[in-house]
Structures are given as structure tokens and as C-alpha cells.
């Protein structure tokens, strides 16, 4: 099994920064590949950005230029970087692995006021 946990969310004024981690633990060795999404208020859970292996993380075109994923191997730990933030950027962020052990983190509340 392989245990997610979010951090990094909350309370940010519009134009301002926020970096999200998402720690993993357990069987990490069956990670494929890693993606951050996002659910807001009354809205369907989104795809924003993933990860395969150490490869180049694919952003998706609606946050490109705003929002970075990284990676630290290391650390077991993945990033995301979020500037220029919005209000409708509001949401619960959430990490989840792909691969034989597939899993979800429980998420971290993005907030921002304008």
C-alpha cells in the first residue's frame, strides 16, 4: 500500500504563492507515476499536473505558466508550485499514485480571497 498525505494548503490573497507537498510512504516502489488534481466547491474533481517517474511533469494547459510539479526522489515527496494564484483556484488539492498500488491523499485546502 502506499499512504499520501497532503500539506502546504491555505489562506493566500489572489497574486500570492503557495507550494503543496504530497508525502509518500509504504510501498513506494510501486509508485508509476504521480498527479496533483483539484475538486472545488460544486465542481468535478480536475486533472492539473503528473508525473511519470523522473520524467518532465505535464501540466495541464489551463494552468501552464502558473503552476509547476517537481520532485524530490529522495524525500518521496512531490510538488506543487502554484504562483499567481486566483480566487477560483479555491479548491481541495489532492495527490494521487499510480501504479500497482494506486492511492489518494485526503487533501489540502487552497483558499484564495481576492
Known amino acids: 500500500q502506499v499512504h499520501l498525505v497532503e500539506s502546504g494548503g491555505g489562506l493566500v490573497q489572489a497574486g500570492g504563492s503557495l507550494r503543496l507537498s504530497c508525502q509518500a510512504s509504504?510501498?513506494?516502489?510501486?509508485?508509476?507515476?504521480m498527479a496533483w488534481y483539484r475538486q472545488a466547491p460544486g465542481k468535478d474533481r480536475e486533472l492539473v499536473a503528473s508525473q511519470t517517474g523522473g520524467g518532465t511533469p505535464a501540466i495541464t494547459d489551463s494552468f501552464k505558466g502558473r503552476f509547476t510539479m517537481s520532485r524530490s526522489s529522495a524525500r518521496n515527496t512531490w510538488y506543487l508550485q502554484m504562483n499567481n494564484l486566483r480566487p477560483e483556484d479555491t479548491a481541495v488539492y489532492y495527490c494521487?499514485?499510480?501504479?500497482?498500488?494506486?492511492?489518494w491523499g485526503q487533501g489540502t485546502q487552497v483558499t484564495v480571497s481576492s
Open positions: 494521487r499514485s499510480i501504479g500497482a498500488s494506486g492511492s
Open positions: 509504504g510501498r513506494t516502489d510501486r509508485i508509476h507515476a
